[in-house]
């Protein structure tokens, strides 16, 4: 009897084990890749496991067996360790998609700071059963931007002509209208851009610290000098405190510019606020036209600015000088003169009046000369 048993269950097994691995079923994930770029239809492109810490983006493409427009698949990134930071078995990123298509295809986007060089992974999970887990790796240099910042700075005053700061300076009073920040630019291309982020670092502002205010972008369009501007809302002022201007190129910043914003009373004596030079005046009387370039026959040019904490009694000239004019044959002629003595913060203003003619073109600039030494000098163009 137990030989005959013994033989049922071999030829029982012999029979049911060919039925069982025919219907052994293919793993739902036939495949899973890190890659650099994925086609319109998911397929993986720039195949990798090593990619360097600026990498904009990693793709993970998952190539499916079974497709099910009631399962989901899930993709947790994970930060396994890395030797420049603490973090360890951290999770970084979460995605979950549906289950529908030959491939689906997860994205991590790294934030604008650089990744921490170490050892990552994606666990895929399917119907929330883990599946598989495909690891990679953050490591070498960032590549090298083709554009190259320097000589970035503050001021009051820009030479809108070229874009230079006319009067670096790293602190403002609470009351400025705008705040100017400058760089210089080399390399790269026309279309290539800037960006320059405003941070409030701390100050008045109870419990806020190093928070972005503005973000701008700039192409370089063949310009030297990029100028970026901030002002506080209408009819508000800035917070005092501690600021910072940073410079962008692509995501890696090259420069950060240090500022503060303090009380008016105390930025240092003949401190020269923002200053311009314009054409007309609309009916409230503000500038309008505000421009580096005027026409012969307009009949006036403004100048502006605006002095903090001057001593009593001091003198305040603006002196207009044609630069250079082919028209007239002349060079660095002084063409008019307007004398004040002020005393405190006050604004000044000046104009440079054609009379009935036309204005000379050439090449100007506005001087403006405090107690007979000058301070500043705006250029401008008669066309």
């Known amino acids: 009897m137990r030989k005959i048993k013994l033989v049922h269950i071999f030829v029982l097994c012999a029979l049911v084990l060919p039925l069982l691995a025919g219907c052994v079923s293919k793993p739902v994930i036939e495949q899973a890749v890190l890659c650099e770029a994925v086609s319109r239809s998911g397929e993986p492109l720039m195949v990798s496991e090593n990619f360097t810490p600026d990498i904009k983006t990693i793709y993970c493409s998952v ?28 999770l970084i990123g979460s995605q979950e998609a549906a289950a529908d298509a030959p491939y689906v295809v997860f994205a991590f986007a790294r934030s604008e700071a650089l990744l921490p060089r170490g050892d990552y992974s994606v666990k895929l999970s399917y119907a ?78 109870a419990g806020v610290r190093q928070q972005m205010i503005a973000e701008s972008i700039l192409k370089i369009e063949g310009r030297e000098y990029l100028i970026f501007s901030i002002s506080p809302r209408e009819d508000k002022t800035f917070p005092k405190g501690n600021y910072s201007l940073r410079f962008y190129v692509g995501d890696t910043e090259q420069l950060i510019v240090p500022f503060s914003i303090v009380e008016a009373g105390t930025v240092p004596p003949l401190y020269i606020g923002e200053a311009n030079i314009y ?8 500038e309008v036209n505000t421009s580096p370039r005027f026409s012969a026959n307009v009949p006036e040019v403004f100048f502006r600015a605006r002095i903090y904490n001057a001593p009593a009694d001091t003198r305040v000239d603006i002196q207009w000088i044609i630069v250079s004019s082919d028209e007239a044959g002349v060079d660095d002629y002084l063409a008019a003169t307007d004398e004040n003595t002020v005393t405190g913060t006050v604004e000044i203003a000046a104009r440079l009046s054609t009379g009935k003619g036309e204005l000379v073109r050439g090449d100007y600039a506005a001087k403006l000369v405090l107690n007979g030494e000058e301070k500043l000098a705006i250029p401008f163009k008669v066309q």
């Open 63 to 90: 190539k499916l067996n079974t497709q099910s427009d009631e399962s989901k698949i899930r993709a947790d990134w994970y930060l396994v360790k890395s030797e420049e930071t603490d973090m360890a078995d951290m």
């Open 128 to 205: 929330d059963k883990p599946v598989l887990t495909v690891p990679f790796v953050i490591q070498g240099e960032p590549a090298a931007p083709s554009v190259k910042l320097e000589s970035a700075a503050m001021a009051t005053v820009i030479d809108v002509l070229n874009g230079k700061p006319l009067n670096s300076v790293n602190v403002f009073p609470v009351d400025s209208r705008v705040v100017y920040g400058s760089v210089k630019v080399s390399g790269g291309d026309f279309s290539d851009e800037v960006k320059a982020r405003w941070v409030y670092e701390q100050g008045e502002l």
């Open 279 to 286: 054409a007309f005046k609309d009916e409230e009387r503000k």
